[in-house]
């Protein structure tokens, strides 16, 4: 079945540290795919999608590449922040308004000044 | 920024008891969605709901699970009687027409004792 692989945390950065998280997606036909952010105390927060391979989703300094040779979607920054330190959640949908969306664990991260 | 908003924050109730989680979804919003996540464990789907009817439940779903649009502006989920593993943080999501991006709410922890 469809199903989300994401990298096991937590991670610990010091800022402006390089940020990689990886994610990883098994799904027939053609998902869309998101990373979501949750801030201690906040919802999940919407932070990039991508809708087609090859497609690079982008937010706040985040990218992510929609790789469907790889069924990858990591997410990167160059140079983190102290404000960036929260839960990252990859996620896919089959891409229908009312279609679920298929989570990993969430990767906690923790950056340090 | 109009935002999901949910209530309480923090339910706590005896194993056996009926709980209500209340949700606001976005106003012009006409899907809803209810996911849960059991301590560390992913965000699960638990159920979709459009035009006053469920659309998708998940296997999670069952017979103790329910919910309703009772007014214009709420969206509620009720478990009729909790059993020690309903505990887990519950999140209410909401999207508009022609789009798959949902919007999140904080959750609710609901801890069953």
């Known amino acids: 079945g469809d199903s989300v692989t994401q990298m096991e945390g937590p991670v610990t950065l010091s800022e402006e540290a390089f940020l990689t998280i990886n994610c990883t997606y098994t799904?027939?036909?053609?998902?869309?795919l998101f990373w979501y952010v949750q801030y201690p105390g906040e919802g999940l927060q919407l932070l990039l999608k991508?809708?087609?391979?090859?497609d690079k989703g982008s937010n706040k300094g985040f990218e992510a590449t929609y790789r469907k040779e790889t069924t990858s979607f990591h997410l990167e920054k160059g140079s983190v922040q102290v404000s960036d330190s929260a839960v990252y959640f990859c996620a896919l949908s089959k891409g229908s308004t009312l279609g679920r969306l298929y989570f990993g664990r969430g990767t906690q991260l923790t950056v340090w000044p | 920024e109009p935002e999901v908003t949910q209530t309480p924050s923090h339910q706590v109730t005896q194993m056996g008891q009926e709980v209500i989680l209340r949700c606001v979804p976005i106003?012009?919003?006409?899907?809803f969605y209810w996911y849960r996540q059991i301590l560390g464990q992913k965000v699960e789907f638990l159920v979709s709901f459009y035009n006053n009817e469920i659309s998708e439940k998940s296997e999670i779903f069952d017979d103790q699970f329910s919910v309703e649009r009772p007014d214009g502006s709420n969206f509620t989920l009720k478990i009729r009687s909790t059993k020690l593993e309903d505990s887990a943080m519950y999140f209410c999501?909401?999207?508009?027409?022609?789009?798959?991006?949902?919007?999140f709410g904080p959750g609710t922890r609901l801890t069953v004792t």
């Open positions: 106003s012009n919003h006409l899907y």
């Open positions: 999501a909401s999207t508009r027409r022609g789009t798959d991006e949902q919007y």
């Open positions: 991508a809708t087609k391979a090859d």
């Open positions: 799904a027939t036909g053609y998902p869309s």
